[in-house]
Structures are given as C-alpha cells and as structure tokens.
C-alpha cells in the first residue's frame, strides 16, 4: 500500500471522478485526481491535503502492452495503426503534437493540452488494466494519477 497526497483549498477530501462529465459544468481534463508521494509538495496546492491509500500504481512500462493499442483506439476513435503510435508516445510520455488531429483534449487547445490529454489517456489505460494509479511526469517531477473511482481519501496522520 502506498500513501499519495493531495493539495485542495477544499475541505473536504476530493472524490475521484471519470467521465466526460462527471464534474458537471466543470472540465474533468484528467479523469483523476493528481497526488504526490510528498506532503510538502501537496501543501503548496492549498490549505487542507488529504492521503489516498493505492495498491498498484502502473509504470510506463506497464502502458508499454498490446492492450495500451486496443484501449486508444478505443477512446480515441481511431485505428490501430495510428493507436499504436500514439499509445506508445503516451507510455512513455513522448510529444502527442504529431498526433493532434487524432485527440480531443477536454479543455481548450493548445499545446499544453496536449501534454494534459496524455496524461489523461495514461490514466484511461492504468485503468482499464487494474491499476489504481500512473505515474506521470510533470512540474513536480513525479507525480500520480489516482484513477481508481473506488478510493477515498482521508485526514493524513
């Protein structure tokens, strides 16, 4: 079991949602919830940081499958020749700007939407093959897509 954080001004501890729509008039770019492995990085995203205990965070190399092809292709709408592309870019956090005519960012576009989308479909794979979380590279260096709906956080100890 690992325990994640994650910054809010809310306070209460955020819930996990998926789907397109699932945070109403709000945009759910990530399909997740963005968590840290440390607390002082998450304190500087609010005044409350909540723990959210995993059991299986994915790797790239994990996103590295056959199954990666079949799940863009997929979400994506596409076919499996562009999919495993774009699945491979996506497993190992390559540049998806080649492939923008392809993806569908749920925010406005632009470049860093880009990067934003990539994480999101990192999250569409971790969990679609079981996984409770993906690492992902961003501003804080490692970072985690906590993708499992099922997992509440709570008051850190």
């Known amino acids: 079991m690992t325990t994640l954080f994650h ?26 919830l963005f968590a840290n492995s440390t607390y002082s990085v998450c304190e500087s995203h609010g005044s409350s940081v909540f723990a959210y205990e995993v059991d299986s965070i994915a790797t790239n190399d994990d996103l590295d499958c056959d ?3 079949v ?3 997929s979400e994506l709408m ?10 491979s870019a996506v497993a190992f ?13 749920r925010s406005e576009f632009d470049c860093d939407d880009l990067g934003w989308e990539m994480q999101r479909l990192r999250g569409v794979i971790a969990r679609k093959l079981g996984f409770d ?7 804080h260096g490692t970072s985690y897509l906590i993708v499992n709906k099922d997992i509440k956080g709570g008051e850190c100890e």
């Open 71 to 73: 799940i863009i292709a």
């Open 7 to 32: 910054g809010t001004y809310a306070e209460t501890a955020p819930t996990i949602k998926i789907g397109k729509n699932a945070l109403g008039a709000q945009d759910n770019v990530f399909d997740g």
């Open 133 to 139: 979380a993906v690492e992902c590279e961003d501003e």
């Open 67 to 69: 199954e990666a092809v």
């Open 93 to 105: 956090e390559e540049s998806l700007e080649d492939y923008a005519d392809n993806l569908n960012p």
């Open 78 to 87: 596409i076919d499996a020749d562009v999919a495993a592309e774009i699945a």
